[in-house]
């Protein structure tokens, strides 16, 4: 049934499916960033949010964060989890394209070539580190056995893989041609994901539904009209533009006048974690120890006054399997030295969001100042605090970190030296080794310690301070939507196919 | 049965041994009695018929003068005597003493013999003297005969129930006396007793009141035998049972002191070489990998104590929505397979479950352990899942190339019931039904030659948000 639809689909001019879903877009309000849906350039969770609606991978995350097969039908493992074949179930890319296992090898293969963030995480593939720089498929232990089964070769057991898979950075793309992993991805390029980009300008983009996906609500959008820049999502929620909210703390009189037209909230974002970042270059470790002591986790969470709000101990969300608890970070604050050193740290933050009630830099400056010892506040804009972390130029941030996928390590991968994305200053071929050799580990629950000793061994760095977990940022939805799953891992990990227009 | 045969049998035997010969005697001395009485009886006839015929005749002969003619009519008469069968008599017939003819119809009349006289007035008054001399021969010889007859008939007879009574007893009271041989031998086996304390009498008065009475003996043995035996087997079961529960107590014990001796072995490695160790990189190594050890071990020992405690105490589940295909993934990684085993996963279905998952990732690893073992370090295991009812999933575990028999099968949930394994305690399987019980669900094993074994569990589907029944769904007012 599902194939007729999608043949029926493919081969008309105007897709029936998406004529019957005019009448119910929901409407997307994201500030001025530089939007990709490549997914192997994607640096923002904006881009993630357009690329897992446009694009799919052999696997998937329900809303909750669960894993689930997608493009793949079954699967086997194989050599002790050194070898895996996958079959793909039948299905097409949005303009009709069956999509095979040489898309499969193609796509992998491009996240290595492109550099990837997420290649960190699946290094483990087979000649995953020879591949980039030969660039020749025959290296890759990636295999197309057959047009519908891929071989994926590991140089060890990995008991992430699938999960790193699921990843929207993973996502099967329609790659052809003799040179199938160089070039760019257009912004139009067809996806195997429910929604097909048909507009994308610097201002607006417009998906639009063109399949039905068996995690489809009972009204899901049948189009996605995405502004970006302009004014803030909040003006455009309250001038009734806008259907979603999820970046930011509102005062109690914005609350409620969301409240009285209609707006709710779903749970989101507990897996977003605040930190600050220090540069080790600009700060000295008396410094960062100081700042890392002073910076009392439980009090933030506590000033924050948010019930869904809980403090950061280790850099692994509070509920993801492998968290630190209190008596880590308390040990961790034991091992330093109780003094104050003299001098001066520049604390950059995004300046607060009209109607946000809570001001990270500003308990941060209290907590930390004392005599002698001085905090100055720096804002900037979004763009500008990305090209700070990323070229590693700033000297004290504030950040933000969601989950790419739903474990532990997507987030230790950040702290792999070899990486661009590892905007942590964290450089320790020790740290790397244990990466290494946790995702060795098959056991899930020898694997969450071990993820508890990296933590332990990042943040001895004193490069990071966990700050805290969870959504400080409402999920707040317009009256014009009646329903949307729990999306813990935020806005940008959820299928908006799941969301319920009205 | 109240009358016997072989009393009856016996009694015919002896009965016709002991009054054989008298009975020939008797007979035959009846027989010549009777000859006798019929012969004298004859005689008297014959007698009587002569004399009359002969004063007959004489009275006509003395009207006519002719004496001659009393002759010729004797003899007439004597030819007519012989024709009816009279012939073994003489007759002289005398008128005043002086014979005047005489009967002679055969000859010589052979002894005995019997003489009768009969006297007669002739009209002329002289007196007609009729003597007869008649044979008893005939009649003796007639009755003897069938004396003989008789006594032979007896003969035949006394020999046919010997025959008889030979046969009886070769054919029919020897098995059966062997029969009741055998029936007190039985009894008194059953009854762990002599033929003697089942009060089976070999002398009775016959050997079918024997059967009876043995075959009574025997029922009541095997009454008694019955309820003995139920005692017996009970007892029996029950001394295997505690056997079999000491023994698991005693493997238990192995098994747990073997597992608690091991995480302290790697602590104690562990604690020597960290005293010996000075540098800082290669202290924080041995840390890590001792203390994963011992983590493992520990890990182990504390999955053991869990089975044992949960083996016995009631079950609080403390149940969480998850995902069917992390907790799948969860239990093939916590085991360890050769590489040459093979894991296949068909699981298409998006469910959720409610379920305590520690717990059922113990039953899941209970199974794959236990499949593991059976397959030897090779062949398939397979993850297969499909939804049975809205509100249940059906998960199921196959191993290839092992089978369970049928009457095993029925066995595998069963406390301490362990066939083939080298270690365990044989509450895996116990437990695990209880888990999957205590969440509502049902747990089976299908085990075929040709495919293998396969383990199938029903558990509940948890609450879904997408994809789902409106109702079922979840809002919140914003805060």
Redesign the interface.
């Known amino acids: 049934m599902k194939l007729g639809v999608l043949m029926l689909a493919s081969a008309t001019a105007v897709p029936a499916y998406a004529k019957e879903s005019h009448m119910n877009p929901l409407r997307i309000a994201l500030p001025d960033v530089e939007l990709t849906i490549d997914p192997h350039a994607m640096e923002d969770a904006y881009s993630m949010l357009l690329v897992l609606q446009v694009h799919r991978g052999l696997f998937r995350y329900?809303?909750?964060?669960?894993?689930?097969?997608d493009l793949v039908?079954?699967?086997?493992?194989?050599?002790?989890g050194?070898r895996y074949l996958f079959r793909l179930r039948d299905a097409t890319f949005s303009d009709g394209t069956k999509i095979t296992s040489v898309h499969v090898v193609h796509s992998l293969a491009r996240i290595f070539e492109r550099g990837a963030s997420i290649g960190a995480d699946i290094e483990a593939i087979k000649g995953a580190k020879t591949f980039r720089s030969t660039k020749r498929l025959a290296d890759l232990g990636v295999r197309a056995v057959s047009t519908r089964v891929v071989e994926l070769e590991l140089e060890r057991p990995s008991?992430l893989i699938?999960k790193q898979l699921a990843a929207a950075d993973c996502a099967i793309l329609r790659l052809d041609g003799d040179s199938p992993v160089e070039g760019t991805l257009p912004a139009t390029a067809p996806g195997a994901g429910p929604y097909k980009v048909t507009t994308w300008g610097a201002a607006k983009i417009i998906l639009e539904k063109w399949r039905p996906d068996?995690?489809?609500?009972?009204a899901p959008p049948a189009h996605i009209e995405v502004t970006v820049g302009g004014k803030s999502a909040l003006e455009q929620a309250l001038a009734d533009t806008n259907d979603v909210l999820d970046w930011d703390v509102l005062d109690e009189k914005t609350?409620h006048s969301?409240?009285t037209k209609g707006?709710?909230?779903?749970?989101t974002d507990l897996t977003l974690e605040r930190f600050v970042i220090l540069n080790p270059a600009r700060i000295p470790l008396e410094v960062r120890r100081y700042l890392f002591k002073k910076t009392d986790q439980q009090a933030l969470a506590k000033a924050v006054g948010?019930?869904?709000v809980s403090p950061a101990y280790g850099v692994i969300p509070s509920g993801v399997p492998g968290a630190l608890d209190a008596k880590d970070m308390e040990a961790l604050k034991a091992a330093i030295p109780t003094s104050t050193p003299k001098g001066k740290v520049r604390l950059q933050h995004i300046v607060g969001t009209p109607g946000a009630s809570f001001e990270f830099s500003a308990w941060l400056k209290a907590a930390w100042e004392a005599p002698g010892f001085e905090v100055e506040l720096a804002p900037l804009d979004h763009n500008t605090l990305l090209t700070d972390m990323f070229k590693g130029t700033g000297e004290a941030l504030i950040g933000g970190k969601g989950l790419d996928y739903f474990d532990g390590y997507s987030v230790l991968t950040y702290f792999r030296s070899s990486y661009d994305s590892n905007y942590f200053h964290v450089k320790s071929p020790?740290i790397d080794a244990?990466l290494d050799?946790a995702a060795t580990?098959?056991?899930?629950?020898?694997r969450h310690?071990?993820y508890r000793?990296i933590q332990h061994d990042i943040l001895r760095e004193y490069t990071v301070i966990p700050l805290v977990f969870g959504g400080y940022s409402?999920g707040?939805w317009s009256e014009r939507v009646q329903?949307v799953?729990?999306h813990p891992g935020g806005l940008h990990t959820l299928p908006l196919e799941?969301v319920k227009m009205r | 049965m109240n009358k016997d045969l072989m009393p009856m049998v016996a009694l015919l035997r002896r009965s016709f041994r002991a009054s054989v010969v008298p009975f020939v005697v008797g007979l035959i001395i009846l027989a010549a009695a009777y000859s006798g009485w019929e012969g004298y009886h004859d005689a008297q006839r014959t007698t009587a018929l002569v004399a009359g015929h002969a004063t007959a005749v004489a009275t006509a002969a003395i009207s006519s003068q002719d004496l001659l003619s009393v002759q010729r009519e004797i003899k007439r008469f004597g030819d007519a005597l012989r024709d009816d069968g009279h012939a073994r008599m003489t007759a002289d017939i005398s008128i005043d003493g002086a014979v005047i003819a005489q009967l002679r119809p055969s000859g010589d009349v052979r002894p005995p013999t019997i003489d009768l006289v009969r006297k007669s007035q002739l009209p002329n008054g002289r007196e007609l003297i009729v003597t007869v001399e008649t044979s008893l021969w005939g009649s003796v010889w007639r009755w003897l005969a069938i004396a003989m007859t008789v006594s032979l008939a007896g003969f035949g007879m006394m020999l046919a129930s010997d025959v008889t009574h030979r046969l009886f007893v070769h054919r029919v009271v020897d098995p059966m006396l062997d029969a009741v041989r055998q029936v007190a031998t039985i009894a008194s086996r059953v009854d762990v007793a002599t033929a003697e304390d089942l009060d089976v009498p070999h002398s009775s008065v016959s050997e079918v009141e024997d059967m009876v009475v043995a075959v009574r003996c025997l029922v009541s043995a095997l009454e008694r035998h019955r309820h003995d035996a139920a005692a017996a087997t009970k007892a029996l079961v029950d001394r295997e049972r505690e056997n079999a529960r000491n023994e698991a107590v005693a493997r238990l014990t192995q098994v747990l002191a073997h597992d608690a001796r091991k995480p302290m072995s790697h602590l104690k490695i562990m604690l020597s070489m960290l005293a010996r160790e000075s540098d800082p990189q290669r202290f924080r190594t041995a840390v890590g990998r001792y203390a994963d050890r011992v983590e493992e071990s520990m890990a182990r020992f504390d999955a053991l104590v869990r089975d044992v405690l949960d083996s016995g105490a009631s079950l609080a589940l403390d149940t969480r929505d998850v995902s069917l295909i992390d907790l799948v993934m969860s239990a093939r990684y916590a085991t360890q397979t050769a590489d040459s085993v093979t894991f296949r996963f068909d699981i298409s279905s998006v469910a959720r479950l409610r379920i305590d998952e520690q717990r059922i990732l113990r039953v899941l690893g209970n199974i794959l352990d236990n499949a593991v073992q059976a397959m030897d370090g090779r062949g398939v295991i397979t993850f297969m899942a499909q939804p049975t009812r809205s509100d249940m999933i059906t998960l199921g575990i196959s191993n290839s190339g092992t089978f369970i028999p049928r009457e095993d099968l029925d066995k595998l949930f069963t406390p301490f019931f362990t066939k083939g394994k080298r270690s365990g305690t044989g509450l895996g399987l116990a437990i695990a039904e209880r888990i999957v019980t205590a969440h509502g669900g049902a747990i089976w094993c299908e085990s075929d030659a040709s495919i293998g074994t396969t383990f199938w569990m029903t558990l509940p589907s948890a609450h879904c948000d997408w994809g789902c029944k409106p109702e079922e769904r979840r809002a919140a007012d914003i805060v």
């Open positions: 329900s809303p909750e964060g669960d894993v689930l097969p039908e079954s699967w086997e493992e194989r050599d002790g050194r008991s699938l068996h995690l489809d609500s009972e609350t969301l409240k707006w709710r909230a779903y749970v948010k019930s869904s020790a244990e050799a580990i098959l056991d899930p629950a020898l310690r071990r000793a409402a707040l329903h799953p729990p799941t």
